[in-house]
């Protein structure tokens, strides 16, 4: 097959962020995701169904089919990758490397890109803690959940922080949320909407909205989710 145009390749990508397990998703979320008009997102999605990458109706939404998932996993493994070797080797900050990544992932070669991973000694995760998939396209499961669901006395390590959004990880950072952190929630006032967590020692009192996107891995034998 003919290499995809970014276009795709960024469509198969949101795809898969947005149902990593195989879900189907409807055009609005696409459309929201990819900041593109639902007309857009159906023009599109006909064309990639065209070339077996996803299987698309109307009003079930579109999924991935094996080839499409595996050119998906392959831009997230660049993305990843890359990220990484922004912040390892040039100095990046790790908060501000996303949108470099996101331009780079089309243009490198595949051989560039095997001699990159192979300077950093092939590592595990980006600088967000997401598992980087490895060359046959296997990614690294785990049992996290979102450090909102936690109950009050709940204690979790941090593994995952979302890197699309540049002001809130920059937050997160200096907060000391990031990937490796222990967390304890210290209370849950659910009508307020209002969150206690200690971390490094450090109390931090937020909404759920300043929480969502990090992913955390629970103690084992604490409160879970609510």
């Known amino acids: 097959m003919p290499k995809l145009s970014r276009s795709k390749q960024d469509y198969l990508k949101a795809l898969y962020a947005l149902g990593p397990e195989g879900e189907a998703v409807v055009t609005s979320r696409l459309a929201l995701r990819l900041a ?3 007309p857009s997102v159906t023009h599109m999605l006909g064309q990639l169904a065209a ?4 299987t698309h109706a109307p009003r079930a939404g579109a999924r991935l089919t094996a080839k499409g998932r595996r050119e998906a996993v392959e831009m997230v493994r ?3 990758i890359l990220e990484t070797f922004l912040v390892r080797v040039l100095g990046f900050d790790w908060s501000e490397v996303h949108d470099d990544a996101e331009i780079l992932e089309h243009h490198i070669s595949d051989r560039v890109l095997e001699a990159i991973d192979r300077l950093m000694g ?3 995760e980006d ?5 980087i998939p490895d060359r046959r396209g ?4 785990r049992d996290l959940e979102p450090l909102s669901s936690l109950r009050r006395g709940a204690r979790a390590t941090v593994r995952e922080i979302r890197d699309a959004d540049g002001p809130r990880m920059a937050r997160w950072k200096q ?9 304890r929630v210290r209370e849950v006032r659910a009508l307020d909407d209002v969150f206690e967590i200690e971390v490094g020692g450090k109390r931090v ?5 300043g929480l969502e996107g990090l992913m955390v891995e629970s103690a084992k034998g604490g409160p879970r989710g609510q």
């Open 127 to 131: 600088p967000h803690g997401h598992p």
């Open 51 to 54: 070339q077996r990458l996803v």
């Open 36 to 38: 593109v008009s639902p």
């Open 138 to 141: 296997r990614v690294r499961r």
């Open 122 to 124: 092939h590592p595990a």
């Open 78 to 80: 660049r993305h990843r």
């Open 175 to 183: 907060t000391g949320l990031v990937p490796g952190a222990q967390v």
């Open 205 to 209: 009192v937020t909404g759920s909205e």
